[in-house]
Structures are given as structure tokens and as C-alpha cells.
């Protein structure tokens, strides 16, 4: 079963318009959540996070919220520009448990298209 | 200029082969990870090194043989795989696997897999 969940599998938005990219949880252990963006034929790119003790975290055009209550983050980009058309990929992970590694658990990747 | 280098870009191979995708890291880094994305399907870990010792293996077939001869260089031996094993397969590496993932993981472009 899915721990993180992506439900929009693609999203249009015009040039200077907000992008809201959705993703919902399930483990209540997350306590930390990433968005990771991805170009066609590179790898994705660590673009933002926030711990579960935050409810908001903010880096330029990028901000994310998160809203534990209802385990649901969320990703606005203000303004959107054709250069953000890319997957986008929430993933979340829990405390260290001192063997094996941070697990990154990703959703399935929502990709964003900005019309010029 | 990701730092983590995959090749090759793109495999096909029959049921009955054997082949092994490669990834470098030129980052200096002690952890290094297999990750695997099916279609419609999101990012899945399938093993971790750190210090070219296995520490996780979130099991995955036999048929995968993961193999690490140093910090830098990191192996996924391929065989008698099935067409359901077709995917893009990400290598990425971060300076410590007890490091909380961030951007502080990297990965590679991947290696597009297709079994016929």
C-alpha cells in the first residue's frame, strides 16, 4: 500500500499562474518531507523540504506547506515559469533507527506542465 | 555535471542474459543506493552501501546482484531477469547513509532497462 501519495499524475498551469503540486501521507512516522524535481533524462534534483515541527517553509519562488492534522503537504511555485515544467516527486522519511539508512518513501510523481 | 555517473543510459537484454549497469560518484561520498522506478509506480530503494558494506536490501529477487569494490564504484548485476523488471534504475550516493536525505542525496541520470 502507498505511504505517499501523489493523486494528480499531471498539472497545466499558465506562465506567471501558481502551481499547487498535492501530496498526501499515510505512516505517521514521517516527520520529514522533500520535493524532488525531475528533468527528462537526468535524475531527480533535491528542490525543497520541511520537517513535520514546521507547518511552512519558504525558498524563493518555492514554498511548501504541510498540514500534519490531515497529512498533507502541498507545493506552490509563484510565479510559474517554463523552465519548472519537470516531475515532481514528494517523498517523505522517518526517524534514524540506527541500522540500514533513512528511507526515502516517494510518491509516484505528478508532472507539471507551465504554458508560455 | 551531477557527479554520479550511470552507464549505460539505456539496456536492452533478453530474459536469458547477463549484464550489469555501473554507477561512479566523484563526490567523495560513503553511501551509495540502488533505486528502481516501474511504470506508474513511485521510486522504490533496493539496496544500500556504505563503505562498500551492504547495510540494507529491501528485498529484492536474487536475480539483482548489487555489488560495491569501492567508496566510488557501485555495480547491479543483471540475470535471468523477466520483462517486469523493465524500469529506470537511479544509483545515487550521500555523504553518510545516517545522514537525513535532503540535499545531501544525489543521484544519477539512471539507466533505462527494457527486458525482452
Known amino acids: 500500500d502507498q505511504q505517499v501519495k501523489q493523486n494528480s499524475p499531471s498539472l497545466s498551469v499558465q506562465e506567471g499562474r501558481i502551481s499547487i503540486l498535492n501530496c498526501d501521507y499515510t505512516?505517521?512516522?514521517?516527520?520529514?518531507f522533500l520535493w524532488y524535481k525531475k528533468y527528462p533524462a537526468e535524475g531527480p534534483t533535491f528542490l525543497i523540504s520541511?520537517?513535520?515541527?514546521?507547518d511552512k517553509n519558504e525558498d524563493g519562488r518555492f514554498t511548501v506547506f504541510l498540514n500534519k492534522s490531515a497529512k498533507h503537504l502541498s507545493l506552490h511555485i509563484v510565479p510559474s515559469q517554463p523552465g519548472d515544467s519537470a516531475v515532481y516527486f514528494c517523498?517523505?522519511?522517518?526517524?534514524?533507527?540506527?541500522?540500514?539508512?533513512?528511507?526515502?518513501?516517494f510518491g509516484k510523481g505528478t508532472k507539471l506542465s507551465v504554458i508560455p | 555535471e551531477t557527479g554520479v555517473t550511470q552507464t549505460p543510459r539505456h539496456l536492452v537484454m533478453g530474459m536469458t542474459n547477463k549484464k550489469s549497469l555501473k554507477c561512479e560518484q566523484h563526490?567523495?561520498?560513503?553511501?551509495m543506493y540502488w533505486y528502481k522506478q516501474s511504470a506508474k509506480k513511485p521510486l522504490e530503494l533496493m539496496f544500500v552501501?556504505?563503505?562498500?558494506?551492504?547495510?540494507e536490501n529491501n528485498s529484492v529477487p536474487s536475480r539483482f546482484s548489487p555489488e560495491c569494490p569501492n567508496s566510488s564504484h557501485l555495480f547491479l548485476h543483471l540475470h535471468t531477469l523477466q520483462p517486469e523488471d523493465s524500469a529506470l534504475y537511479l544509483c545515487?550516493?550521500?555523504?553518510?547513509?545516517?545522514?537525513?536525505?535532503?540535499?545531501?542525496?544525489?543521484f544519477g541520470e539512471g539507466s533505462w532497462l527494457t527486458v525482452v
Open positions: 545515487a550516493s550521500s555523504q553518510s547513509r545516517a545522514t537525513r536525505p535532503g540535499n545531501t542525496i544525489y
Open positions: 505512516n505517521s512516522m514521517f516527520d520529514y
Open positions: 517523498a517523505a522519511t522517518s526517524g534514524w533507527s540506527g541500522a540500514g539508512s533513512y528511507q526515502l518513501t
Open positions: 552501501y556504505s563503505l562498500e558494506e551492504r547495510v
Open positions: 520541511i520537517s513535520s515541527i514546521k
Open positions: 563526490l567523495g561520498h560513503n553511501a
